[in-house]
């Protein structure tokens, strides 16, 4: 094999396995930054001795291997105490074959704790939530600055910046990289959770720049849900989270027109849908529910995308019951922007005069001053009451107020739509 095919093999192996290294020797050198030098270290040297030797049988444990080796090395320069150095000593011997499957296995048996542990600490509520995506995304997804930056539509250095404080944050809290027990572990997965619901809205519904959608975000997202379905089986909200974003997800491409413009709901294509995902997100919640999680916040949003997902087309869906899940899920988290959401199922089931009432009573909530989607459902009610002038102020209304460039366009054809 060619050295440059070799490099190429190295670089997707370390996507790959760079959570994994970070993860496990985060928790040995209590140093994030650290953590990551020591698997770029590895890297390095497996640039330099793979072309030359070959890429081994088992390429996760030879970079752990490595990394851990010179995490050894750095140990004895600042002279750590003795027991320490032995027990790491003993872990990064010259790497036999035996050596390296031993190392692998353990990887293997802590890399669930590891990873999730690098999450929960990535996730933590000291940071804000900005903090927590950028880091999430840096540290688990292995995404670059460049590239979060590019689907925040920030800039490079201010996305670093953020990652360089959060790092900062967690050292001066003196954090344990650790999963959380008891009590603690229903709080701070609910951060955790918080964070990835953050990632996935903003690749669903890009809230500034030219793009409707970003489906990387979606994608890292769902990514990291599973994984951590995969190692925390018995959490309800997680398994909503996980079932909300499959079933959303299986609508993305049908979500954009072939200029880039929006499709509403109601005139999707929908044998463009994605079956195998929705699926996919109904098991999940099926699961959720077993679990006695009917009632979370993920698992009734995961609910009413069923709803739409279980429709053959929009004549069959059930808005009743759509109605009904936001009365339960406003119970929930009592909020604004569900009561809007709540008021266009509820025109949608009884008629666009109920959702202009339930509007009104919604429309002075600070939380909707500037927010672009009450004007466009004021709107929506309006054209469909045949109120096309007073329907078409507020699509303008809803376009003056949007920073995404795609839905600005969207609401402006709505307002000519109107006469």
């Known amino acids: 094999m060619a050295t440059t095919e070799v490099h190429r093999a190295i670089e997707a192996v370390f996507r790959i396995e760079q959570a994994r290294l970070i993860a496990s020797l985060a928790r040995m050198v209590r140093d994030i930054d650290r953590a990551q030098e020591l698997a770029q270290d590895a890297l390095l040297i497996a640039l330099g001795e793979w072309p030359r030797t070959g890429i081994p049988d088992r390429p996760g444990a030879w970079l752990m291997a490595a990394a851990k080796r010179r995490a050894i090395d750095g140990l004895r320069r600042d002279k750590m105490l003795a027991r320490k150095h032995e027990v790491f000593a003993r872990e990064s011997e010259e790497a036999s074959d035996s050596a390296i499957a031993e190392i692998e296995a353990r990887m293997d048996d802590d890399v669930g704790d590891e990873l999730l542990g690098l999450v929960f600490t990535a996730c933590h509520p000291v940071l804000s939530g900005e903090a927590r995506a950028a880091l999430t995304l840096r540290l688990i997804a292995g995404l670059t600055t460049e590239e979060i930056a590019r689907a925040f539509l920030s800039n490079a250095v201010t996305i670093a910046q953020r990652i360089v404080r959060a790092k900062k944050t967690i050292a001066c809290a003196g954090l344990a990289f650790e999963v959380p027990r008891g009590a603690e572990l229903e709080a701070r997965l609910r951060s955790v959770l918080e964070v990835i619901y953050l990632i996935f809205n903003e690749g669903y519904a890009a809230t500034a720049g030219e793009d409707l959608i970003r489906p990387s975000l979606c994608a890292e997202a769902q990514r990291l849900g599973r994984m ?192």
């Open 228 to 419: 951590l379905a995969a190692r925390m089986p018995e959490a309800a909200e997680l398994f909503g989270l996980l079932g909300l974003m499959e079933i959303q997800a299986s609508r993305l491409t049908a979500r954009i027109a072939a200029d880039g413009s929006a499709i509403s709901l109601t005139g999707q294509n929908r044998a463009r849908w994605d079956q195998s995902a929705i699926r996919r997100g109904l098991a999940a919640l099926a699961r959720a529910e077993d679990l006695g999680g009917a009632d979370g916040f993920y698992a009734l949003q995961a609910a009413l995308a069923a709803c739409h997902a279980r429709a053959r087309s929009v004549g069959d869906t059930d808005w009743r019951r759509i109605a009904t899940l936001y009365d339960r899920l406003r119970a929930v988290a009592p909020s604004p922007v569900i009561d809007l959401n709540r008021a266009v199922a509820y025109s949608m089931a009884y008629g666009p005069e109920v959702g202009l009432a339930l509007v009104d009573e919604i429309a002075e909530a600070a939380a909707l001053r500037n927010y672009a989607p009450l004007p466009a459902a004021r709107g929506d009610f309006l054209f469909r009451a045949g109120r096309l002038a007073e329907a078409r102020r507020q699509f303008e209304a809803a376009a003056g107020l949007s920073q995404n460039a795609r839905e600005r366009a969207f609401l402006l054809e709505r307002a000519i739509a109107c006469g």
